[in-house]
């Protein structure tokens, strides 16, 4: 059988390994992590809802659990077209007969000065415990400095971008400072703790029915996160960020949910990239101009019908450019991706989410919520993170109203350094 490597291993090439094996190809799954991260419940794991091992899995077990399948961690720099061979950081070459790129996407900073260097992104497992240590040190700070006789002091949390994770981080945010703020630290009037949501367009969610964005909407506010609609950041400092109107806010800490984009290595591995980085791919998910390899996921543009970055589309993406594999080794022609809506839906907190189905279907509320937990859960990889996760979420938000608490290292941000220091 021929060989096929995939490289990465997020919901796309997780979802093309598995489908190859049952077709029985030797897989090399390459990626530069030895764990899948479940992307969706980072936000969980940065305000202390969850465990990190809750939302990873060893790609090794992955690997070891399906016939002819193999994982290599390593980081790859490029691609040997001529001798059909990726090229490695550790001077590996790996050979390949066919090639699935499902590498993901990264941050976006859309070029504004200081949000690379001064803020934090959710996309990764490291990323999302820095941002926990963050916000845990932000509060054990103004806990054990706050002065009746100066003032209290304050933690700023700015959540940059209106979409589900920008949406979700708010969420819990508010209700991490409503409620275990309030248990946990009695010396902390919660509003010392500001959530702020800023989005550049005029509405949060924007995949969703007006219906539903409105509902997002006033829940938010509801909860007491600020959101600041139509409003652009021009720049990111250590303690403040600058917006469009010519004023300022000063900050503890940026959360980066804006927008995503291809890795810029791509743009010396030989492939066509269009619109966010993006490798342009055909119908059938064939990388323009390649006969053996494939792109899919968010890494992937189908250039005449660009399908959204989202879990469903990269699942469905992955398992169709395997298929297309197999029909090619069979020596029959490839077919055109068909994306199968499953809907979408985003959770705004406690027993409170938005979901749009097919066919005109929408729900919000509790049960909206409710349908939100069970796919998650399902969809987690391994019965011991489902089983954990399930568990955690039902302690979390069951029994008492009340969040987890946080836990991490205690991390100052430059405001309050500055601000400790000038007391």
Known sequence: MPHVVVLGAGFAGISATAELAKSGFRVTLVDHHPYNTFQPLLYQVATGGLNPGDVTYSLRFFAARRRGVRFRRTTVTGIDHDHRALLCADDLRIPYDYLIVATGVTTNHFGIPGAAEFSMSMYTRAEALRVRDTIFGGLETIASHTDPAVGPGRFTVVVVGGGATGVEMAGALAELRDNAVRSVYPELDPAMVHVVLVEMGDAVLPP??????????????????????????????????????????????????????????????????????????????????????????????????????????????????????????????????????????????????VMQLPIGIKGRGLIAWLVWIAVHIVSLLGNRNRLQTMINLISRYGGPKRSGTIVGDVLDTPARKKAIEGS
């Open 208 to 353: 969703f029915d007006d219906s539903l964005r409105q509902y997002a909407l006033r829940e938010l506010i509801k909860r007491g996160v600020d959101v600041r609609l139509k409003t652009a950041i021009t720049e990111v400092h250590a303690d403040r960020v600058d917006f469009a109107d010519g004023t300022s806010m000063a900050v503890d800490l940026v959360i980066w949910a804006a927008g995503v984009a291809g890795d810029e290595g791509l743009a010396d591995w030989s492939l066509p990239l269009g619109k966010g980085g993006r490798i342009e791919v055909e119908p059938d998910l064939r990388v323009i101009g390649q006969e053996r390899i494939f792109a899919a996921g968010d890494i992937a543009l189908i250039v005449r019908d660009p399908q959204a970055q989202l879990a469903q589309p990269a699942i469905q993406e992955g398992k169709h450019a395997a298929r297309q594999i197999a029909r090619l080794h069979r020596h029959e022609q490839p077919e055109p991706f068909a994306y199968r809506d499953k809907g979408t839906m985003a959770t705004i907190g406690r027993a409170d989410a």
